[in-house]
């Protein structure tokens, strides 16, 4: 039986606002199997960059637990998180905000061996340094250049190469691509699998491109007003969308065959807000399928084939 290497339970994140609580993440429930790939969809606002955050706790989750190879890291005092830091890293989105524009290359890779302690004499440093650099396909040449006389694609690189440096276990993705021209996303991604096969590594790759997740994922969640909606294996989810939302965002993908048009599903009706959520689907105002019975209570996540969850009061309704 395959190992799960996260588990996540039940996570809520909640922010106080002037208006009241706003509801990021609420009743996340999911888990990954080592060295396989997670893929979290959805809208600008889901709450999909939040949940990665919480995972890692960049952000102290409101509520709900969190185990990394069977330990809650919730749990955890400050020491024991850093130590931890070895195992679970973070690729951020933007490459140009999230790297030290005040360092070099070499700096900011070396910057967590240095913090991390793991080398003995700078010789060793410079070594590391070089070969994560040749890993992750930069240049030497280019180890006292800064970030802003790099392209974005390089910048992405040397984020990729600083979470490595620790050799690290887990990686959440957090939209690692999407800033970046489509010729340099396809040699991003290609990098990023060729070092998951080379590392054995575990990601969670958070975007809002279902045609890059659907390459690159074993597994998709897909969240709306922070909360699960569908989960399943890649090829089941694309083949058989359950959820209104679902087969809303699959039938946005252009299709290149002029031949065969997927059906166009527009939606319509007023965004719930994520502060102080009524009770109910938060879909439901947007969905053609909404029942009364829809306003009572969340729905929780059934499984209606095996590995396939959908959250949905009326999903006899909606299934083919």
Not at 19 to 39: N, Y
Not at 89 to 99: N, T
Not at 186 to 206: P, S
Request: hydrophobic share 35%.
């Amino acid at each position: 039986m395959a190992e799960n290497i996260l588990e996540v339970r039940n996570i809520k994140k909640h922010f106080n606002t002037p208006k009241g609580k706003l509801h990021a993440v609420d009743g996340v429930t999911f888990s990954i199997e080592k060295g396989k790939t997670l893929g979290i969809v959805g809208e600008s606002g889901c709450g999909k960059s939040t949940t990665g955050r919480v995972i890692l706790r960049l952000l102290e989750a409101t509520d709900g637990e969190i185990f990394f190879e069977g330990k809650n890291i919730r749990t955890f005092n400050k020491k024991q998180m850093r130590d931890l830091r070895e195992d679970i890293q973070i690729v951020f989105q933007d490459p140009f905000a999230s790297l030290n524009p005040r360092m070099t290359v070499s700096e900011i890779i070396a910057e967590p061996l240095i913090i991390h302690k793991k080398c003995k004499n700078k010789q060793e440093l410079a070594e590391n340094v070089k070969e994560l650099m040749d890993t992750v396909g930069l240049s030497q040449r280019l180890l006292n250049t800064y970030p802003h006389e790099l392209d974005g694609g390089r910048r992405q690189r040397i984020g990729i190469a600083r979470a490595l440096a620790l050799k690290p276990k887990f990686i959440v993705c957090d939209e690692p691509v999407s800033a970046l021209d489509v010729s340099i996303q396809a040699q991003v991604l290609n990098l990023m699998q060729d070092l998951q096969k080379k590392f054995n590594l575990t990601y969670v790759f958070i975007t809002h491109d279902l045609s890059v997740v659907k390459h690159f994922s074993d597994d998709i969640a897909v969240m709306y007003l922070g909360q699960l909606v569908e989960k399943g294996p890649a090829d089941k989810l694309f083949k058989n969308p359950t959820h209104p939302y679902t087969k809303a965002l699959l039938s946005a993908i252009p299709t290149p065959s002029l031949k065969k048009k997927m059906e166009r599903v527009k939606l319509a009706g007023e965004i719930t807000s994520p502060i102080n959520p009524d009770p109910g689907c938060r879909f439901a105002k947007r969905c053609i399928h909404a029942k009364g019975e829809c306003s009572h209570g969340d729905p929780n996540l059934t499984e209606i084939a095996k590995d396939h969850f959908v959250a949905c009061h009326i999903i006899k309704g909606i299934t083919n």
